[in-house]
């Protein structure tokens, strides 16, 4: 049994991706991912000032459901990249689905370049696609109609 969230943790809230062009981002999440819009806000004033460190900034949020999680994409007006090196910190969102070889071929259907083709990685297959900004999204197929990674381990 989990050890009790030192915090007081209730449940998983949601992911939140930085995006360049949120129309562009919203297209892709879309058609990709089936992102279901939920709220599509504009930000600005002395709390975004805060959480930012930025005087006078200005941005613009949309949530919405894939998969039953929350994803919100997040643009304030940056186009900078992270460094490229080691996988460190964040690194991926990921989806589980039925068949990975039609999820890899609707991919390219869609338009889209695949990072490769299907893998077998310890008994999971898996491939990936970018966003339009470079954030990998994983597809995922566990073996014997497991459907996550907490029921692959065990939990």
Request: charged fraction near 30%; aromatic fraction near 4%; proline fraction near 0%.
């Given at each position: 049994?989990?050890?009790p969230s030192p915090l007081g943790l209730r449940s998983f809230s949601h992911i939140?991706?930085?995006?360049?062009d949120m129309n562009r981002a919203l297209d892709f999440y879309r058609r990709l991912l089936g992102f279901d819009l939920v709220f599509?806000?504009?930000l600005e004033g002395p709390s975004l000032e805060a959480v930012t460190g930025?005087?006078?900034?200005k941005g613009r949020m949309a949530g919405g459901l894939v998969a039953g999680a929350m994803v919100e994409l997040l643009a304030l007006g940056s186009t900078e990249r992270p460094p490229a090196g080691p996988h460190l910190g964040y690194t991926n969102?990921?989806?589980c689905v039925d068949d990975l070889d039609a999820a890899h071929a609707r991919v390219?259907?869609?338009g889209y370049a695949p990072a490769q083709a299907p893998v077998d990685i310890g008994g999971v297959r898996m491939f990936f696609v970018n966003d339009p900004d470079g954030t990998p999204i994983e597809f995922v197929e566990f073996p014997d109609g497991i459907v996550s990674s907490a029921q692959l381990w065990g939990r």
């Open positions: 049994m989990a050890e939140c991706i930085g995006v360049a599509d806000i504009e930025k005087r006078g900034a969102i990921s989806f390219v259907e869609l």
